[in-house]
Structure formats: structure tokens, C-alpha cells
């Protein structure tokens, strides 16, 4: 049985990424409108949008039945299409497949292949994959030809409409990650850079034969004067499909920490693999099932007086793989508050203390990429630091309706390779809409759906905005007609959503996880390893910029929202600290940002906020690769540190009173040694996190009549709030 806790803790979260520039009709009362209002016609305004947004686009875009009659089954103008109008990224293995080639109109020598291998099939052609050596001048050919942008030119601003990046949020993206970029700029200049960026001119590569006449002719359309019949490497040998080395693999484990003897010992409790290539489509979730059945209906306290055992499992495209159940956690003396002594258990048996997810990214090459997103976390970070793991120093958990909140949490988890299409989102998005219109009349008529059905439109709307902010942010970089950035490895985003107790309902904190976040680039020979480095640092701060831009947006038009970054924390005066500065920094120093010094990265900081640092940025020294930084306990368990304040609007500052496990805001009334209180008590739980680059806060009460304790309300109200986003910013820009 799947436990429905869980889907009402992600559902409203959306909103949360995309603009409401346009949106002023929520103005006054938006939480109230949105609880209150279902409109089935609205969302299938939106949904009409949608598909006129997917029509606008050609056909033959992602569909490789339409684009082969478009070629007219005609072998010759298959080669010709793959040689004029897809891009060559020089990356490693068989990353997109054929079909992310297809929607990105771009790959590399092994992709481009599987998809004139795939054309020239349905055209009726004999064929078979070649893989060969070219000559050292026509390897450094055919990195040079992909400096060449010779693809057709897809307007991104009707996709943009639908994901909430239109042309109204925009300028206000550029415009903050231009103050970020000049500001972290400025502040490493005189710390000196030792940029080393190779540029690799691999001769491998990989082309098709094609039969004709009882001749085998070769098709290497990656080269822009090839012809039909011409040569350009050594044959090595020929196959009919790929294997599996040529793959990228994505290795996802679910791991229990617990504490016996005071050494942390920890468990595998699930695990999966994920073909790159494939997962790009996929819909992946994870989360937590409690194993007693009853826990909807017996009292909680009994429950965990009794012990309860959770067990993960991972949703891929509707299909459940379950792991293994942890181990006993039982709560501590009757008479305590749940939420105070939850998991404290018997002094002789061995205490759950974490729950993590690790995600490796396994290359052809044999290299690992490894990862890990901390789930929940008991040990503090001053402790983590150092390594004062004992019994003693155990953090309670909070517990939310009818279980402990960091079980109840689910977690999207996102892959993107760069092999996305304009038209397929769009289409997606419109089914989408079409499936929340036609399932409910009312919010009682959502009760017959199941988890998959349920979150299937939340992760597709997810997707879609991580993939077209990809793309946004691509296109902003790439100016220059001698550098090209693009995707060139598994990218792995986590998005969470973590529940909270509140007097008024729930409320619901978003963390955006970039897990694995990079960029691979092309340059040419006059290019300076210095524009280089600076060029990632550009990609990491327009990245940044994309989530929180649309965070303050979205405080501004619902106060009672708060959003949390690296960018909207940034204020001079910044300070550059490197691993020497480890030994003076402050105890309550994020252990994630000692990790991050530890590993050779420079971590820029606000000078002003020596006591902790709560957010900074990350940057390889080497390269410029930077990431947007955030504490796991900061926002997490939502205990606000003095003096933050909305980032949008002088708005009321939030902190957790530790009394009712609530979230509060500082208003009159709550004493100033209460506020004290719950800020001292800050950093003693690492709820979330593992270096979560995003985080928001949605106060958002759900009446009892849309909740009922399942996806019904919030699905609802999801699907009326995006669909008056889509509306609504298509009537703005149309004037």
C-alpha cells in the first residue's frame, strides 16, 4: 500500500517555479483564491495554449515518423538533414540516444549516428553503426565543426509562456546574474585564478553504412562538406546496436545511517540504475511507505511507542520498486512530546541517526561521478565537523501529521542530458492539463486516482521548467561565435518537497537539489583559458539567478511565501576563503561548506556573516565551474536566522518555535527570547540539504474540504494556479 501522506506534500509546489509577473489577478488574497477556486474550463483554456504553443513548432521536431516523411523516405535527404541541421557536441558515449539527438537537434558522433541509423530503417535501408579512428588533423576538424551553430533557429519565447519564463521575467533573470557575476568577479580577481580547461581532440569515432545495390556506402554526416560515399577514418569494426559500455548509467542508493557504539554504520536500503539515455523521459520518485497499515487511523503517540518501520521506494513512470524496511524506530517515554522524543530508543540498540541518497553518475570511461543528497540528518554540523558523533548529541525529529515529516517528504528526481525538444514539453504540458480537466468535476472526484496518476502531471511540469531553464540559460551564455557550452554529461536535479506543522494548515518548503550540474564547452584556438573559466562562472550564476528570480517573483505577489538562496542573500562586502581558512572558522560553520573548502574550491561568503555563513558559492579554482550554496540546516528545519527579512518586500522574518514545532512568524507578541531561542537551536538538525542550491517556504493553508488527507485538494489547486499562470501570460505578452 502506498501511504497518501505523501502526495499532498508535493503538490503545490509549481507555483514556486514559475513567473507570476503577469498574474496580478491573485493580488489581495492569493492563498484564499486559490484554495477556493476549481476551474475546469480555465485549465482547459490553458491547456488550448498549450497545444498552440506544440503547434507552433514543426512536427518532424521530436517525432522521427513525421520527419521521415517529411525527407520523402528519401535516404539521400536524411543525410543531408543530419549533415546541415544537427549540431555535433563532442561528448562522451551514447548520452541523448537517438531520440534526444532528435529533440535537441544536436549530439555527438554516437547519437547523430543511432539517429540516421534509425531514419534510414524506417526508410527501408539496409544499415549497420561504424566505428573507426580519424587522423589527428580531421579529429581537430571535427571538434572545430562544432563551434558551428548550423541548425535551424527555435524561438524560445512561446515555450517560455508555459513554464513561467516569458518575456517579462527575463530582464529581471539577466539583470541578477549580471550583479552576481560582477560581484564574484570583482572579489576573485585579486585572488588569482589557475584556470586549466583541456580541449580534447578525440579521435574515436563512430559514423553508418547504408546498402545500396549490394554495396556498402559510407554516411558520416558529421563532417559539413561530407557527400554520401566519403571517407574520413579507419574502419575498426561494424555492429547493428550499441552495448552497454557506450552507456552512461545513473546508480541511485538509498542508505540508513545508524549509531552503535558511537561509529555510524551505514545500510543500503535501495537500489536502482537508470540508462542515462533513457531516464531523460522518465519520472522518478522517491519516497517512504510505512510498513503498519493502520497508521491513517491508530493514534500516533501508540504507534510509536510500538515502533514503526519505513520502507523506500522508487516510482519510475508508475512503476513501484521497493527497497528494504529500515529497522525498528520506536519513540521514547509515553508521557514526552512525539515531536521532542521521537527516536530516542533503548540506550543498548543501535539509533537511526540519517538517511541518505546517493547518486553516482557511472561514464563510459569507467569514471564515477559520485553525489550525495542528504535526506535527514540527527547529527548536527558542528558535530559532523568534529567527529563528536555520539548517542548524547542526537537530535530529535520532527513529527508531521502521521508521521515523521522526513518520511513524508517525496522527492522528484531529474535527469537531463541536453536532450529535451521544444515541441515535446509543450505537448507534455498540454496532456497534462487535458488529464487534470477531464478527472475531476469536483475535489472529491481526484479520490479514486493513485500515486502515479497523481504526481504524473507534478513531474511533468517539473521537468519542463528544469529543461527550458537549461535552455534559457544556454542561450544566454553562448554569445560568442568562437566558445559553445552545452550539456555534456548526465545533469541530476532533486526536487523535494518537505512538510511542515502550521496552526493554519501546511506548510510546505521546496529545496532544489543541482545535485550533478555541469557544462561541457567547445572553444577555439584563440580563445583564453582565462574567458573560458569565467564563461562557467557566468553559467553559474545565470543558473542561480533562473530559481531565484522566480522566487522573488513570487514573493511579491503572496508575502507569506519566502524563498532562500545563494543569490538572494548576496551583499557585499564578500570575503574568498580557501582550505587554509578551515582552522578559523566559526563552530557553527556548515560542515558542507568545510567540505567544500577541503576539496580545493574557493567559497566566496558575505564578510558580514562570519558567525555561520548560511549560504555562499562554490568555485573550482581550476575551471570556474560555481555553484549557488546553501547550509542543510538553513531553511530546512525553517528556524530563521536575526534579522532575515521576505527578499522581495520588508516582509515578517520566520523562525520555528520549538514548543509547538510550528513556523511562526516574528510579529508582536512572540517574545524576542523566544526568537532567540529558536535561532541558538538553528543548526542543531540537518533536515535537508547535502548543499541544496534553492530553498522556499509556501504558507499556504488547504481548507479540510480540499484536502482530505489526500492529493484531491492540492491537485486541484495546482492545476487552477498554473493554468491561470499559462492564461495569464499569454494575454500579457499578446498586447
Sequence with gaps: MIFFRFEQYILYIFVTCISLSSVSVFAGSPSGDLRNTIDSALIRLAQHRAYEVANSYDKYEDNLVSLVERLEYEPRQAFIFMRDQVNFDPYLGELRGWRGALAAKA???????????????HMGADTRIVYGELSKDNAKLLYKRSLINNQVKVPFEPLGSLTGLGKKIIPQFQKRADRDYKWLKEVLNPVGIEPTIDKKYSTEHVWVQAKFDDKWLDLDPAFLQAKIGDLFGVVKKTVNKTSENEKHFINLAVKIETIEDGIPKEQIL???????????RDQVFLGFNPR???????ALKSLLNQGLRFQPFLMINGDINSGKFTPMIKAGDEKSKPAQDFFKQNAKEAIFSAIYLDINIESPDGSIKKGRH????????????????KRSNISPMVVGIKMPSAFESIHQIIINNGGTGTREVAISIADSLGFIASSFKTPDSLKGLDIADSLW??????????????????????QNNNVRFYVGEPNVSIITSHPIPSKDGQEYIKIIDFLHDTISVVASDDIKQQELFYGYLKYGTLRSSLETTSGVVLTELNPDVVSISASSELKRPLLVLSKDDIKDLHINTSFSLIEDLQSGAHVIVNKKQADSYPTWWKINPKNGITKARISPGYGGNWSRYKNYVNSAKAGAPYFVDLETMNSIKMQEGISQKKYDRAFNNRNKMRSKGGGSEYVMLL???????????TVTGLLAVESFAMATLIVAAYKSESK
Design 107 to 121: 549530439g555527438n558522433a554516437l547519437d547523430r549516428s543511432l539517429l540516421l541509423f534509425e531514419l534510414l530503417n
Design 270 to 280: 535501495l537500489e536502482h540504475s537508470l540508462e542515462s539515455s533513457k531516464a531523460e
Design 292 to 298: 503498519r497499515e493502520s497508521i491513517k487511523t491508530t
Design 374 to 389: 542528504v535526506i535527514f540528518d540527527r547529527i548536527s554540523e558542528a558535530d559532523r565537523r568534529n567527529n563528536n558523533i
Design 457 to 478: 502531471p507534478l513531474g511533468i511540469f517539473n521537468m519542463a521548467w528544469l529543461s527550458t531553464g537549461e535552455r534559457l540559460v544556454l542561450e544566454s551564455i553562448n
Design 699 to 709: 504558507s499556504i493553508a488547504i481548507e479540510t474540504s480540499l484536502s482530505v488527507g
